[in-house]
C-alpha cells in the first residue's frame, strides 16, 4: 500500500502464481509432493475424469439460471438418463414431480428435469460426467 500527497491510499495490485486449472479441462495438473512440476498438460486418461462423476448436490447452469443437481437417472416419462435441477429463482416447470412419480422435492415452480446435454457444471456439460453404465436400463 503506498500513499499519494491527497492522504488517499493507492493498492498496488499483487502479482499471485498462476492458480492450476481444473485436471477436467486439460489444464496442468501439479505432484502434491512438494517437488517441482513439470508444467505439462495433464494426460487424456487423466484418473481425475473418471473419478469426477455428477452428483446431487453440485452447482448447474442450465437455461440461463443457477441451480442444484437434486437427481440423476432414468425416468418413467421418456428414455434415456435425465438431471432433476432445483433452481434458485421460480422458474421452472415443477416441484420435482413428473407426471406423478417423485423424483426430488423442491419448493413449486422450481423444480426442472432436463437432459444432460443441456446442463454445465463448472464449465463442463453434465453429458461429460455421466457414465451411462451407471444407470442400467
Keep these: ?37 513439470t508444467g505439462s498438460p495433464a494426460p487424456t486418461s487423466s484418473p481425475y475424469k473418471k473419478q469426477t462423476k455428477l452428483q446431487p448436490g453440485m452447482n448447474a ?29 421460480p422458474t421452472g416447470k415443477n416441484d420435482g414431480s413428473v407426471q406423478g412419480k417423485r423424483y426430488f422435492t423442491c419448493k413449486p415452480g422450481h423444480g426442472l428435469m432436463v437432459k444432460p446435454h443441456k446442463v454445465t457444471i463448472h464449465g463442463i456439460l453434465a453429458s461429460k460426467l455421466i457414465d451411462v453404465a451407471d444407470y442400467p436400463a
Design 61 to 89: 447452469f442450465v437455461n440461463g439460471e443457477l441451480g442444484t443437481v437434486k437427481y440423476v437417472g432414468r425416468v418413467d416419462f421418456t428414455e434415456g438418463i435425465w438431471i432433476g435441477i432445483h433452481l434458485k429463482s
Design 1 to 37: 500500500v503506498s500513499t499519494q500527497s491527497t492522504g488517499k491510499q493507492r493498492y498496488q495490485r499483487r502479482v499471485r502464481a498462476p492458480v492450476c486449472p481444473s485436471p477436467l479441462r486439460g489444464g496442468v495438473v501439479r505432484s502434491g509432493s512438494g517437488g517441482s512440476s
